[in-house]
């Protein structure tokens, strides 16, 4: 028995908004434990409702969660065309009558005519309230099927969904079992390499483990099945230590674990400071540090030096080196780090310099081109040369920069 | 002739990501006027990957657009089973491997042998090129159906639709009659307020006005079908101009217009130049201005002085005023504007500090309070109060604080 989420608009056929109820609405379901393998989008279009409603029939949902269609406008169809493919009469609720009445009296509003069709259920389905609008929905148990629907105003659909639709769910025997995720996050290695590395692992079925990426990050997602999160840790725990064992340094943290706040925790926990010394990402890497909460114990600040006047006035970077190897150079590079470290006064200092594109590129330096710098008070001097590419976007090799730069600084601070 | 857009992937049914490349696909198709119907997303399982074929074939959808599952892992699976729907063997497509090859070299990674799977294609089918990424998409025209396929990571998939997808169904004949837009972008006034001011606009049908909202920005989106863009403007240009002048000040831009560019504009044509002074913004302000390419015109760089010391160390604020009055001051705020400009001898001096929570709120300083100091060589000292609400996230009022403070520095430079 799986359930299947059917979007009725038009609006989201013309792409004027973004599906968050389907994401909402399958998150929900995961955690009931409902199986769900389809989602599909409909106009508001009466004969092609009723095809989705006989395809998802056929192809075994038994659940249909609707989300639209529910409101006053003649383009309003869900609930018609539901009872029509039923062959059901619709009859008025009188309740709801009475509800959206006096809704519209709250707001000194005179209900319009149209609003009465609110009111309209097919004949023996329940109304599914709905407490902070004017549209119900119902809960119907018809031929094979349940059927939810469930107006597509986020805020109204999702209450909806949370003070009747789940206990009513849960009522049938779902939610007993539940699905618990955890998100184990690497950097530095590709998708592909590191599913090789742990392929033995996706033929497990509880838990299961599946690869994601995007932005250069890697993640694989560790899921069981289990009555209660605790045992379904018990079950994800050991699986995800020996995927981290077998990632080694690539692995640097889960769930919501970002690269700055990995950083930000070893530092933390050897009392160390660190700055940071920006140019092509322009502020990028200071955002990325500053997004962790509590990142002022160990985080001073840092010099945005995207002129070179600044870097020379404020990092004190060697106006010669400039001239002779230009700004995006491993010396450059050094001398940012070191720095801003002395500046700030801090432990660590962190430095990038860079042509973001999509201007600026040469054959000896071409867009894509990034250094990376770190000035330790131990003396520590590296420069990491990156080549991310010239069909990069500007973000992109912004984002990937700052990205590497909190990982060149785990990776050196975890092996010291 | 109708299209379908199917997404494949698990981590769509498990809620986990927003499907944003359906919507992105579903304002394609509408421009370039092909009719859609349907949507369905779908898990990495064989079987119900061909009866979604099967279904969209037998509803009418004619043009199928896949996105999902050509990565290299065993769970992507997309484009074997459409050839195995087709009963059409895979073949490796040589320039594929050497393309997969390259941009492996060109990271000094090695390629894994299961990235040979992403160069397997169905006979017949022509490669559709992922400039940015390894994995290909195919364009294949097979029975009576033409079959597109992208990756599911949005940038790659966008990049291959806009300049090798819509090329080809351009010279299919579709997108002769197309649907133009312009996004009217406005900052310091709400969506419901600007709906006031502009409703007889949303009666129109010639162009079409539609509101949006998000993140502090409202759009509006003035719309026209014609045969060419050019005349499409005509129809659309004289209503943005009348919506422009309704919404005075508070529309800063068009289209890819932020509120970064607008005023990199204004600093250019007035030739001038910027500097920043951040506090709990961590560099937010400044990855802004230098999202701009051609920043470096006007925007110096600047100062991420998180801790106190940063503060007074690099930007000259009075120590007694930090203690007298704390961080998140107006007097602090004016100083840090004033230090940053000197520091970088620019013309003017933007500065934020505030508390972006989740901690460090008091009954005084509540968490989202926020301080926005300008200082300029002509004397100008001025500073703006925010308190944007404890409800918001630490991200929510980051972004506000540094919109806000391009916003304050744009009405200031356009009312002088």
Redesign the interface.
């Known amino acids: 028995m799986s359930a299947e989420i059917i979007c009725v608009g038009t609006e ?9 109820n ?9 955690n009931l434990g409902i199986p ?8 508001d ?1 009466p004969d ?1 409702i009723k ?2 409603i006989a ?1 998802a029939q056929y ?1 075994g949902s038994r659940i249909l969660i609707f989300t639209g269609g529910l409101g006053p406008t003649p383009d309003d169809l869900t609930t018609e065309t539901i009872a029509d493919f039923f062959q059901t009469p619709l009859l008025e609720d009188p309740e709801t009558i009475a509800n959206i009445t006096q809704k519209f009296a709250q707001n000194n509003r005179v209900m319009a005519a149209n609003n009465r069709k609110q009111a309209l259920i097919p004949q023996g389905a329940k109304i599914l309230p709905n407490p902070t609008g004017t549209a119900p929905g119902i809960i119907w148990q018809v031929a094979d099927l349940t059927i939810l629907t469930f107006p597509g105003v986020p805020s109204e659909m999702i209450r909806m969904w949370q003070e009747t639709a789940v206990p009513f769910l849960k009522s049938q025997g779902w939610g007993k079992e539940i ?1 618990y ?1 955890r998100t184990l996050r690497f950097w530095g290695i ?4 590191l ?2 590395k742990v ?1 033995k692992y ?1 033929d497990l079925t509880q838990p299961t483990v ?5 932005n250069g990050e890697v993640r694989l ?1 560790v899921s069981a099945r289990s009555d209660s999160p605790a045992k379904a840790l018990e079950i994800i725990t050991p699986v995800a230590i020996e995927l981290q064992k077998i990632a080694g340094l690539d692995y640097f943290g889960a769930d919501e674990a970002t690269l700055a706040s990995t950083v930000g925790e070893i530092l933390l926990s050897r009392g160390e400071t660190l700055a ?1 010394a ?1 140019s ?12 962790v ?4 114990s160990y ?9 070179n ?2 870097k020379i ?2 990092l004190g970077v060697n106006p010669k080196t400039l001239d002779r190897l230009g700004a995006v150079s491993d010396k450059v590079a050094k001398q940012m780090a070191r720095g801003v470290r002395k ?3 801090t432990t660590w200092g962190l430095s990038i310099t860079g042509i973001a ?3 600026g590129g040469s054959a000896d330096k071409p867009v894509g081109l990034v250094y990376i710098g770190l000035s330790g008070t131990d003396g520590t001097k590296l420069v990491w040369k990156y ?3 010239e ?6 090799i ?1 984002h990937l920069s700052a990205c590497n730069a909190l990982d060149q600084l785990r990776r050196y601070l975890l092996s010291k």
Request: proline share 2%; hydrophobic share 35%.
């Open positions: 989201l056929l013309l792409g004027e908004i973004l599906n968050s389907a994401q909402f609405l399958a998150q929900e379901l995961a769900h393998y389809y989602q599909t989008v409909v106009g279009n092609r095809g989705v395809t192809r699905i995720s590709g998708e592909s390499n599913a090789e392929s996706f599946a690869p994601y990426a995007g997602r940071v920006e092509c990402t322009g502020g990028t890497l200071g955002q990325m540090l500053t997004a909460a509590g990142s002022s985080f001073m600040g840092g010099v945005i030096s995207y002129d006047t600044v006035n404020l500046q700030l006064k594109g999509p201007g080549t991310f590419g069909h990069r976007s500007r973000e992109g912004r």
